[in-house]
């Protein structure tokens, strides 16, 4: 819980404030935007500024049922009930973001996709009892995609509640952790007439994207979005190797989509796949000259 003795000093006045044991995961703001804010001075969220409406209440409370560490108070209650079971968020097209973030992934995102061939949990979110109940009343889980083995969180737990076949590649670890189908090599795997493994690795040794549609790429922590609309990706967390990542970047341009929905760092969404393209081009080309930090 909270506490409003380590309330930081940047906080906007109000109900809602962060304490000092946030850990800068970025779900609050990915959450409500409109009311949590970095704070670069102490490189921590902070509420920019208190909600102003109804809706902004609403999603301010589901930042704080999902944020990680717990680092989210307020004395305001009154939607305390309903954000709980709010989540997952829809995106678009079955897909949905489901918050409630565990503090073992570093407060990475999750995501789960309903369609006909069965459900699928991309990586791990906390396994909160009114998720888990939510995620129930969508069709439960057939698949668990762990993009990496840094996401993994509460994955035993979704598998026994829901039964489901956890996938996941070798070199992650996957055998270890008792994951039913295991990936090996650099392939592309086919998982349903909708769904393909692709590993990227890089980040770490085992990293795996996961295409939907054509449409929809879900990526672990191997790119995201940045606030600018440009993709990202960092050799501060290249945990496995900076180039083999650099080749791997360059391998996406054989996949059509227009999402990006990362792990770590904002989901993006181009106009069309051809502007995505664009955007994966020219982070190839800032990876291979060098001018990715
Ligand atoms: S969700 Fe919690 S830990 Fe993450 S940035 Fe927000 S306040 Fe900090």
Redesign the pocket.
């Known amino acids: 819980m909270a506490r409003a003795s380590a309330r930081l000093v940047r906080n906007a006045p109000g109900d809602f404030y ?1 304490d000092d044991s ?8 990915l959450l409500a935007p409109a009311v ?1 804010r970095r704070d670069d001075g102490v490189g ?2 902070v509420v920019g500024r208190q909600p102003r409406a109804d809706g902004e209440r609403l999603r301010a409370s589901m ?1 704080l049922v ?4 717990s ?2 108070g307020t004395a305001d209650k009154g939607f305390a009930r309903a954000a709980a079971h709010a989540l997952p968020d829809p995106v678009e097209e079955g897909v949905f973001f489901c918050g409630y ?1 565990s503090e073992k992934s570093y ?1 990475a995102s999750s995501y789960l996709v309903v369609r006909d061939g069965g459900n699928v949990l991309v990586d791990s979110p906390r396994a909160a009892a009114p998720l888990m109940d939510r995620i129930g009343e969508l069709g439960g889980v057939r698949f668990m995609f762990l993009s990496h083995k840094d996401d993994v969180a509460d994955h035993a737990k979704y598998a026994a509640r829901f039964g489901c076949d956890r996938i996941m590649h070798g070199d992650d670890g996957a055998a270890r952790l008792g994951v039913e189908h295991v990936l090996e090599g650099h392939a592309e795997v086919r998982l349903g007439v909708d769904l393909v493994a692709i590993p990227l690795p890089g980040h770490t040794r085992g990293s795996m994207a996961l295409l939907y549609r054509d449409r929809f790429l879900f990526t672990g922590d191997h790119v995201w979005g940045e606030d600018d609309g440009t993709l990202e990706a960092s050799r501060s967390v290249a945990w496995y190797s900076w180039a083999k990542q650099a080749e791997s970047m360059a391998r996406l341009l054989d996949y059509t989509f227009e999402w990006v929905l990362p792990g770590h760092g904002s989901p993006l969404r181009a106009d069309s796949p051809q502007q995505m393209r664009a955007k994966v081009e020219a982070l190839v080309d800032r990876m291979r000259d060098g001018r990715r930090a």
Request: proline share 5%; hydrophobic share 45%; aromatic share 4%.
């Open positions: 962060v946030c850990i800068d995961c970025a779900m609050c703001r949590f921590l969220s930042a999902s944020c990680p560490t680092s989210i973030a407060g």
